[in-house]
């Protein structure tokens, strides 16, 4: 007992030594404070995630900390700013707060899922924080549009509208290219105006606009056209289809081109015509007719043509009789060849001669006159 009592101002001495030591590594350790409003939050890939983190010191001593990030995934990017400069090292004074900026970037290709990662001032103070990747990331560019099949003639100008999305973590140029059929032409436009390229954003969309026009003589039928945006590491394709109804056209003439001819009353005229196909759409029973003056007769062998492909062909012969005591002069018969799509008149003006018979009954007549008074005159006037 006298031997306690006897190193009793030692022992306390010790223990109020200890006592201040660790009071003051307690107060030191929890003096200093990384702090930032939104610790847990939900992008898509793609995005930046901006932070406003203060250090803070509420000791009463200077502070001079290494910042630093742990746990972030390694492909993914980050900057540490303090106004303009990055740092990587902050002090503060006694009862006094920092602010820096920190901004992570989240990569296209980031998998759906939570990152957690933490923000340390030295050995001073921590903070973990969370990023939750809310959809399955990517890294490409895709090249789409809501309407890729369009129908018309070979007259119109089949028109798209498409979108390209860059979904790379860089600005992307992008180069136009299609392998359409031969004849065809594509086109394409941004902003209203043509290009051959554009540039897009990281993460971002612009509108293209696409003309495809397809030849004059393009035949019914589907055709696919595909297009294409390529840069030196990325490049997306789009399958566009446009349906040619095709046009539908005929023209009636003769194999000379000639619209006129001549017959005798009461006679039979072939006359040679040939219907041409000039759409592109086929042409499908070719029905004939014609309107003449009164008492012609008008017929055609073949009276219907069944099938007239594009560009081609095909012969008809009219066979035009003419009325009996029809009088000399000129005549107009008009030759329509027609189907349900198109149709074609030819108008021909025939001469009509009179019979060589009625002639030659007139001579006969005259003659006959003549030799009666001939008579007449040998055997009365002598008297």
């Known amino acids: 007992m006298a031997s306690l009592t006897k190193h009793s101002p030692v022992l306390i001495s010790v223990f109020l030594y200890l006592l201040s030591t660790t009071g003051f590594a307690a107060q030191k350790a929890d003096s200093v404070i990384l702090y930032t409003q939104n610790t847990k939050v939900s992008v898509t890939p793609g995005q ?5 983190v203060d250090l ?10 290494d910042i630093s990030l742990s746990g972030l995934p390694s492909t993914w990017k980050y900057t540490l700013r303090s106004g303009s400069f990055s740092v990587s090292q902050m002090a503060v004074l006694p009862h006094d707060k920092r602010n820096m900026s920190l901004s992570v970037i989240v990569p296209m290709n980031a998998n759906k899922g939570s990152y957690h990662f933490r923000m340390t001032a030295g050995n001073l103070a921590e903070m ?3 990023i939750v990747v809310s959809e399955q990331g990517t890294f ?17 100008v089949f028109t798209y509208q498409a979108n390209l999305k860059n979904s790379t973590a860089e600005t992307q ?8 059929p031969r004849g065809w032409s594509v086109a394409f436009k941004s902003n209203s105006r043509q290009v051959t390229s554009v540039e897009v954003n990281p993460n971002s ?12 003589m393009a035949e019914a039928g589907t ?27 005929m023209e009636l003439s003769t194999p000379t081109g000639l619209l006129s001819t001549s017959i005798t009353a009461g006679e039979l005229r072939r006359i040679e015509l040939i219907v041409k196909n000039t759409g592109s759409a086929i042409l499908q029973g070719v029905q004939l007719s014609a309107s003449a003056p009164l008492n012609w007769e008008v017929s055609f062998d073949p009276r219907k043509i069944d099938m007239i492909e594009p560009g081609k062909s095909a012969g008809v012969t009219a066979l035009i009789k003419a009325a009996k005591k029809a009088i000399a002069g000129d005549y107009v018969t008009s030759i329509d060849a027609r189907t ?6 030819a108008q021909f003006r025939i001469s009509v001669r009179t019979s060589m018979l009625w002639g030659w009954v007139g001579i006969l007549i005259i003659c006959s006159s003549v030799a009666g008074i001939y008579y007449l005159f040998r055997k009365y006037g002598r008297r």
């Open 48 to 52: 930046m995630v901006d932070y406003q």
């Open 56 to 65: 803070i010191n509420n000791g009463n001593e200077l502070i001079n900390a």
């Open 128 to 130: 973990p924080l969370t």
């Open 140 to 156: 490409k560019s895709e090249f789409t549009t809501d309407q890729a099949n369009m129908q018309g003639n070979n007259s119109s």
């Open 173 to 180: 140029t992008y180069s136009f290219q299609s392998t359409a």
């Open 205 to 216: 969309s612009v509108g293209v606009t696409i003309e495809i026009d397809p030849p004059d």
């Open 223 to 249: 055709y696919r056209i595909p297009v294409s945006a390529s840069t030196s590491s990325s490049s997306a394709e789009l399958a566009l289809e446009a349906v040619i109804t095709g046009t539908y056209g």
């Open 340 to 345: 349900p799509e198109a149709t074609s008149k």
